[in-house]
């Protein structure tokens, strides 16, 4: 069973950045067709997929708030997923899960994190 857990700093201000962990065990991050996305809920919203990376190439994809602000990487060594977030806002306030799916089937996560809380406020 993949089991995923995310960490990072919990309160941020405007503009500044934090980066988030996702460590993985259970199985290699760079297990065939595995694919692996951070995603979001902010309070009284709904879900929101955030950004998604696959198993062993660079292809990455970001949501459109994310474009150039946000950076999803992996290290295969440390079998760890990231999310740096530069230039925050008020509106990336939010629990972000980590979580993964099938490269086929890139939005049907089967395994997730328990989350982790990002508060962005001065």
């Known amino acids: 069973q993949v089991q995923l857990q995310e960490s990072g700093p919990g309160l941020v201000k405007p503009s500044q950045t934090l980066s988030l962990t996702c460590t993985v065990s259970?199985?290699?991050?760079?297990?065939?067709?595995?694919?692996w996305s951070w995603i979001r809920q902010a309070p009284g919203k709904g879900l929101e997929w955030v950004s998604s990376?696959?198993?062993?190439?660079?292809?990455?994809k970001y949501t459109d708030s994310a474009k150039g602000r946000f950076t999803i990487s992996r290290d295969n060594a440390k079998n760890t997923l990231y999310l740096q977030m530069n230039s925050l806002k008020p509106e990336d306030t939010a629990v972000y899960y980590c979580?993964?799916?099938?490269?086929?089937?890139?939005?049907?996560?089967?395994?997730w994190g328990q989350g982790t809380q990002v508060t962005v406020s001065s």
């Open positions: 990376i696959d198993n062993d190439s660079d292809n990455r």
């Open positions: 979580a993964k799916s099938w490269y086929w089937a890139p939005r049907e996560y089967d395994q």
């Open positions: 259970g199985a290699s991050i760079t297990t065939n067709y595995y694919y």
